[in-house]
T-cell receptor
């Protein structure tokens, strides 16, 4: 079946370094992706989204890159801070467009 | 605050109990969702309501019964649950619920433990 997943379950980075979190998907017709951040004790929070007619989109300290050829997207966090420690999910629509598939998440730990 | 409020935050119940989870959204959205989040597993969609009509039911056992009295409120009634139902239950809302390009806004969840 169709799926959206993440490459690594955990990632540790030094404070101030850049973080890169990767996600792969299987449905080549997927046209919209969202990255969510989930902190301990909270629900997932929207970070940034990207449509398939774009290769890159930038927000505040975050950049999402979409490579449709290899069906891969990544979330880059610049100058990672302790407050960035959380689980990060990518999500993409199923073929019907009625729901999103969520990845299993990458747990990011920022080392002071 | 995301504009989606869930109560209670924590719930412990026995297998013979009946309890309800409540969700309220203050965003003026037309669609509301229940998701289940278990450790080491992706979020699982349970139910979708759009304009108070249930439009999605992902083969959820009948011991989970949703109710959507209006577009701002969503309930999940629980009855005769099993220990494997212990999980974080997340409510979410979105503008329309039928489009491909919609952001979901999540509540903080109810952490449910079934003994």
């Amino acid at each position: 079946g169709e799926s959206v997943g993440l490459h690594l379950p955990t990632l540790s980075v030094q404070e101030g370094d850049n973080s890169i979190i990767n996600c792969a998907y299987s449905n080549s017709a997927s046209d919209y992706f969202i990255w969510y951040k989930q902190e301990s004790g909270k629900g997932p929070q929207f970070i940034i989204d990207i449509r398939s007619n774009m290769d890159k989109r930038q927000g505040q300290r975050v950049t999402v890159l979409l490579n449709k050829t290899v069906k891969h997207l990544s979330l880059q966090i610049a100058a990672t801070q302790p407050g960035d420690s959380a689980v990060y999910f990518c999500a993409g629509p199923d073929p019907t467009g009625n729901q999103f598939y969520f990845g299993t998440g990458t747990s990011l730990t920022v080392i002071p | 605050e995301t504009g989606v409020t869930q109560t209670p935050r924590h719930l412990v119940m026995g297998m013979t109990n009946k309890k309800s989870l409540k969700c309220e959204q203050h965003l003026g959205h037309n669609a509301m969702y229940w998701y289940k989040q278990s450790a080491k597993k992706p979020l699982e969609l349970m139910f979708v309501y759009s304009l108070e009509e249930r439009v999605e039911n992902n083969s959820v056992p009948s011991r989970f019964s949703p109710e959507c009295p209006n577009s701002s409120h969503l309930f999940l009634h629980l009855h005769t649950l099993q220990p494997e139902d212990s999980a974080l239950y997340l409510c979410a809302s979105s503008q329309n619920g039928r489009g491909r390009n919609e952001k979901l806004f999540f509540g903080s969840g109810t952490q449910l433990s079934v003994l």
